[in-house]
């Protein structure tokens, strides 16, 4: 559908592995585009399980937990080191990963294998475990990503797979379990094992191995879901460490001032919690630039609701969810990005989303100011309807909520 055209459907039947599958390609975004890291690792881990004998569950676990392995790299510095073979110090990221899925109900039952998926073999792991003690979901996760690290795009992938086979032995008793690196080389006779890995294929092998049984997304597991992706964006920056949960809170509370039903207010919470998704993109050095951005760095930031629309438009059913995220730095007066749409093609929940974005990062400090007081809040709100940028009605309801606004927004998580 075009960006702004109207849809009426809400939010529909969601289930988890689809919700997954779109929204960690935001954990694999760099500046040249998505490497699908997350999404290889999830089909040859789920490969090696179902050539290991695990049941349909175990599989399932394997796959959703490769989907999400990395969850808990904060940097992209960190991402590029853990993209070396032999990396040391590989943990941090793996138990933090733990806590967030832990924390997060409908994916707890992966956190477990997430934690170990870097534990070697041979022990000396901050978790204590050696050998066969090792889940075999963490011993599958390490070897799946091991292998996801040392291919090379731009080539036939079948030509590397020689060379990829006998690194990983080299590692198999210290890093690996032997007859896991056996396994890999026997699955791994087959050419289309590393062909489908190849981007413009994998959607297939993905489809192929999405679990598709009781994996319903009801509204709280939706939330919780939505509400660790906040946290992903957040966390990369102490200014914005609670950014995404207030302009959600902020936004769910003008909904209910415009009198919007209670369903759609809990969208217009989905959508703002992930409405700077499309951040993931867009590296640290600009997130925490203390000065004016030069223009190459403006060209990324310009991006990020684009990467936010094109990953929610994924997600089966968030149709009008996703503009609303999407939009919310277009303008009334068409000025705004990435789709210059203007006052006709704005929704009240779009319209809703960009002052609640506007009104959050007013209010919380930045790298270059501290946040502002209430005068000058309205001050610039005012100021942006005058410019022709924000809806005179939505910057009402948000001044008349004033204090109660600003407490939702320090407050949030
Ligand atoms: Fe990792
Ligand atoms: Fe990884
Ligand atoms: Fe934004």
Redesign the pocket.
């Known amino acids: 559908m075009r960006p702004g055209a109207r849809d009426d459907y809400g939010c529909g039947t969601l289930d988890l592995p689809g919700f997954l599958l779109a929204l960690t390609l935001a954990l694999d975004l760099s500046h040249g585009g998505i490497e699908p890291?997350h999404h290889r690792?999830a089909v040859i881990a789920a490969r090696l399980a179902e050539a290991a004998g695990l049941g349909p569950e175990q599989r399932d676990e394997v796959f959703l937990a490769g989907l999400v392995?990395?969850i808990g790299v904060r940097t992209w510095r960190e991402k590029a080191r853990?993209a070396e073979l032999e990396v040391r110090e590989p943990f941090t990221h793996a138990e933090e990963g733990y806590e967030l899925l832990a924390a997060t109900p409908p994916l707890a039952g992966l956190a477990s294998a997430v934690r170990h998926h870097h534990d070697r073999w041979e022990g000396a792991n901050p978790s204590g475990l050696a050998g066969a003690a090792i889940p075999l979901a963490g011993q599958l996760l390490h070897l799946a990503?091991r292998v996801e690290v040392l291919l090379k795009d731009g080539t036939c992938m079948l030509e590397q797979v020689p060379g990829l086979l006998d690194r990983l032995r080299g590692l198999a008793g210290t890093h690996f379990d032997p007859h896991l690196v056996d396994l890999l080389a026997a699955v791994g006779g087959r050419e289309s094992f590393w062909l489908d890995l190849e981007p413009r294929f994998l959607g297939r092998a993905l489809e192929e191995h999405r679990p598709r049984a009781g994996t319903g997304l009801g509204p709280g597991a939706l939330r919780s879901v939505a509400e660790l992706f906040a946290r992903l964006v957040d966390r990369r920056s102490p200014f914005t460490h609670r950014h995404s949960r207030g302009v959600a809170a902020v936004a769910r509370r003008l909904g209910a001032y415009f009198g919007l039903p209670p369903e759609r207010q809990d969208q217009l919470y989905w959508a703002g919690l992930l409405h700077d998704l499309g951040k993931l993109g867009v590296g640290e050095e600009i997130l925490d630039k203390p000065g004016p951005l030069d223009e190459r760095e403006v060209c990324f930031i310009r991006r990020h609701t684009y990467l936010t629309y094109r990953i929610l438009e994924m997600v089966d059913g968030f149709g009008e969810i996703k503009e609303w995220a999407a939009f919310h730095h277009e303008r009334l007066d068409g000025r705004g990005y990435p789709f210059h749409l203007d006052g006709a093609r704005l929704s009240l929940e779009s319209r809703i989303m960009a002052v609640a974005d506007v009104f959050t990062a007013l209010v919380e400090d930045r790298p270059y100011r501290a946040g502002l007081p209430p005068d000058r809040v309205r001050a610039v709100l005012e100021d942006m309807v005058r410019n022709g940028a924000l809806d005179p009605r939505v910057v009402a309801a948000a001044l008349d909520g004033g204090e109660d606004l600003r407490g939702l927004v320090l407050g949030a998580g």
Do not use: S, T
């Open positions: 890291h690792v392995h990395d853990l990503d």
